[in-house]
């Protein structure tokens, strides 16, 4: 390499860093990724503790990289390039052919031990029928779809053991859904099941009740979105997949919604359609995360259930709703009073703790149960 050569391609760099300085400095900070779908770090205030606990010069290195200068397209740019060596998991995620799926990681044993006897608190400490429902994520139901030699955990084995553990009845989501593999039943680019999938759930929670679901032809799919990118998209880099699309099968024109958003009651909404001009368009369903959400079906006739729930439910809650006169949804992340005395109270006939199994190996909420 030649003298000139190194010092044009030196000054070619500089000049690179330059600008990028000077982008960064004469762009305006963003608060909000939608690609990522998180917040990003701003100015971080300076203080001598700061400085001295490390945490101004950790704040400083995360508003650097969060506030880069066209962020989202070196994001990108870096899961191209890795997948051109060949590379197939991207923060945890895996690139299976034209879909994303989790990779779900072993569980904290000391946590999982204190959720089990929170669980178990909760069915002693009352006299209403508890069950337990566990939903396989996309990795266990199409495990042979993942990359060779991926690793993740072995979820069917996971929920059978829990059942044992516990004792309670259960909500067979593993068996339903592995009968329909074949099927989109979860989203390509997000971690939660699709409106299909979350039918199949409904069967499984009717059947455990000894109740009979309506057949799948008996609904009407709309589709209200084919530009989804979901939290897989997000987290992973792999920005070039085909967005998904949403359908809404239950049109739920005899429902009462009631939401607690705020702590005390408000008109709530099965489909909140704001949600489709966002990047999380999924919070559509119910309008998204909130303490506590009851949805009422005078028509149905099958009594009344209380699911202590994750995200999952969101979709699963509008199919539940064509069968029980009232389906409470709480969500232990921001409900915090005591669940026992909330069912005896609003004369609940069934209660189902309804999680995916990487949501309740990664709840730290669950300890409301033995409230």
């Known amino acids: 390499m030649s003298r000139r050569y190194a010092v044009g391609l030196s000054a070619l760099f500089c000049l690179f860093l330059g600008g990028m300085l000077v982008l960064h400095l004469g762009l305006p900070d963003r608060e909000k990724s939608e690609v990522e779908n998180r917040t990003l770090q701003q100015v971080p205030s300076f203080s001598i503790g700061a400085v001295l606990d490390g945490s101004f010069m950790e704040q400083t290195e995360d ?10 397209g070196w994001t990108e740019g870096k899961a191209r390039a890795e997948q051109l060596l060949g590379k197939k998991e991207f923060h945890g995620v895996y690139l299976c052919g034209d879909r994303l799926i989790a990779k779900v990681e072993e569980p904290d044993q000391e946590l999982l031990e204190k959720d089990l006897s929170y669980v178990k608190a909760l069915a002693e400490k009352t006299d209403i029928p508890v069950y337990l429902g566990l939903i396989p994520s996309a990795a266990e139901i199409w495990k042979d779809r993942l990359p060779a030699g991926a690793q993740s955990l072995d979820q069917a084995a996971f929920i059978h053991s829990m059942a044992q553990e516990t004792g309670l009845p259960t909500v067979d989501y593993l068996s339903v859904l592995q009968e329909h593999a074949g099927e989109e039943i979860f989203y390509r680019t997000d971690h939660h099941w699709t409106s299909l999938g979350a039918y199949y759930g409904y069967t499984a929670v009717l059947n455990a009740l000894g109740m009979e679901p309506l057949a799948l032809s008996s609904f009407t799919p709309q589709r209200v979105t084919e530009d989804f990118n979901g939290t897989l998209y997000s987290r992973s880099g ?3 997949l085909t967005p ?4 809404l099968y239950v049109t739920g024109e005899n429902f009462e919604v009631s939401s607690w958003r705020t702590g005390k009651e408000e008109a709530g909404e099965l489909y909140d359609m704001e949600w489709l001009e966002s990047k999380d368009k999924y919070s559509l369903f119910l309008g998204g995360n909130q303490p506590l959400c009851v949805i009422k079906n005078p028509q149905a006739q ?9 995200s999952y439910a969101d979709s699963l809650a509008p199919f539940l709703a064509t069968a029980f006169s009232e389906v409470h949804l709480v969500d232990l992340r921001h409900y915090k009073d005591s669940l026992s005395d909330y069912a005896k109270e609003q004369g609940i006939d069934a209660i189902l703790l309804s999680y995916s199994v990487p949501n309740f190996l990664e709840d730290t909420n669950l300890g409301f149960l033995a409230k």
């Open 63 to 72: 508003y650097i990289a969060d506030q880069f200068p066209g962020r989202d």
């Open 244 to 247: 998904d699309a949403i359908d």
């Open 238 to 240: 792999v920005h070039w």
């Open 302 to 310: 099958g009594g009344k259930i209380l699911l202590v729930r994750d």
